[in-house]
């Protein structure tokens, strides 16, 4: 069930003054105290996957397991891809999992930020995931002493956001009002008056980077000024470290599991903590009811062909397939033979897409229309092509709401 859409999600944290926390996580541990605090609160919850932390573990290794934890989630979980790098890493992470995405090119000249972002905008659109855009400059690095990277700090202007937001057609916009990614030795000053300008003239969700640390009262203010969306990640890669090191010190045996004890745990009250403060506990319900699913789709052809254009077809499916896995929206390209020579339909290709915007655009994409042509080149098969709504990945849950039949029923 409750992977959703990202835009219905922060949507419904903006128009209800409370906002939804993008935890950042670099390990199966983080992944499970997650999901388990924001079951526990009932609130919806993002999962953050920053490229800047992919030197501490491999994100394709890790996705599948993000997916199936949020597909199996009883609460609303969006995936964000977030500080991509280049427009490549958007498109790999959307064809591999996430429903969110961010470019982050806010440290480049305005019109490049623009130009770039609203590219971005368009490819991921194209696949149906929502996107982030970045104006202004929040310095540092998260997990880090923010001093160390802080950089030139460079406020967001409300009257450039607006210009911003009409070009490049982001669903959400992070501002720059005075925080920093990374730890922090003094209390963090933020310009209210600022962000409440932008909200004023944007009135669309706000995130807030670098959303480690502060007090109660300034995370209520800058709810109440249009913050949908918190990033944190430093605090709880802190919160680890400290419980690792007290573990290593404090216990007799000395090995991996003895040391990760209660990480978990330590993760899950802070997170929860952060639930309670920023108010998306006992939200997840009504979020549910409001929010689209992120619904995957699944195209199977298989094909009828005259046995002497059988190898020169598959050769050619065989030589498209990484082409066409590349193209935005494009989760899987499967080709294979019947395994019985008896079968009347010898061929098969099956492609997994995001959603159905990313199979409507791969249908369109000039790489699919140059493939088919060649196709039909060689010969014109008979076939049967159906594309339909994928569920495997919400077993589970679905397994829930199935009713077995009784066995005298089957009889
Ligand atoms: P912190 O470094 O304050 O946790 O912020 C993380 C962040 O903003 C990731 O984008």
């Not at 009262?217 to 919160?239: M, P, W």
Request: aromatic share 8%; with cysteine; proline share 2%.
């Amino acid at each position: 069930m409750p992977l959703v859409d990202m835009r219905d999600m922060l949507h419904h944290a903006y128009q209800n003054n409370y906002a939804i926390g993008g935890f950042g996580l670099v390990s199966l541990d983080f992944l499970e105290a997650i999901i388990t605090a924001a079951e526990f609160c009932r609130s919806p919850v993002i999962l953050n996957l920053s490229e800047p932390l992919f030197g501490q573990h491999d994100f394709r290794l890790i996705l599948p397991a993000i997916e199936r934890a949020a597909h199996q989630a009883k609460v609303p979980v969006a995936i964000h891809f977030d500080h991509a790098k280049q427009h490549e890493s958007i498109v790999e992470a959307i064809n591999l999992g996430c429903n969110s995405v961010m470019l982050d090119v806010s440290s480049q000249a305005f019109t490049v930020n623009i130009a770039q972002t609203s590219h971005a905008a368009e490819t991921a659109h194209a696949c149906g995931a929502a996107i982030e855009g970045m104006l202004g400059f929040v310095g540092g690095t998260e997990g880090e002493n923010a001093i160390n990277h802080l950089g030139e700090v460079i406020y967001t202007s409300a009257e450039e956001a607006k210009v911003y937001i009409d070009r490049t057609h982001v669903d959400s916009l992070a501002v720059s009002i005075g925080t920093v990614h990374g730890r922090q030795n003094s209390r963090t000053k933020l310009d209210f008056k600022r962000l409440k300008r932008i909200n004023d003239e944007l009135g669309i969700p706000l995130v807030l980077h670098g959303g480690s640390g502060l007090i109660e009262d300034q995370y209520h203010k800058v709810i109440l000024n249009g913050i949908a969306k918190i990033n944190c990640y430093t605090e709880l890669s802190d919160i680890a470290a400290a419980t690792i090191r007290s573990n290593v010190q404090s216990r007799t045996k000395k090995g991996y599991i003895e040391a990760m004890q209660d990480v978990k745990n330590n993760l899950l009250e802070q997170i929860s903590l952060y639930m309670h403060r920023w108010g998306s506990a006992g939200r997840a319900a009504e979020v549910l009811i409001q929010c689209r699913a992120w619904q995957p789709v699944e195209q199977t052809i298989v094909y009828n062909v005259q046995k002497r254009y059988l190898q020169q077809i598959y050769a050619l499916i065989e030589q498209g397939r990484e082409t066409l896995s590349s193209i935005p929206g494009v989760r899987q390209v499967f080709a294979g033979w019947a395994l019985s020579v008896s079968d009347q339909y010898q061929l098969c290709w099956r492609i997994q897409f995001a959603t159905t915007d990313a199979s409507k655009n791969f249908q369109s994409h000039a790489e699919y229309i140059a493939f088919i042509h060649q196709l039909s080149r060689i010969s014109e098969p008979d076939k049967i092509n159906i594309t339909f709504a994928a569920t495997s990945l919400g077993t589970n849950s679905c397994l829930e709401e199935i009713k077995i039949p009784q066995a005298q029923h089957l009889a």
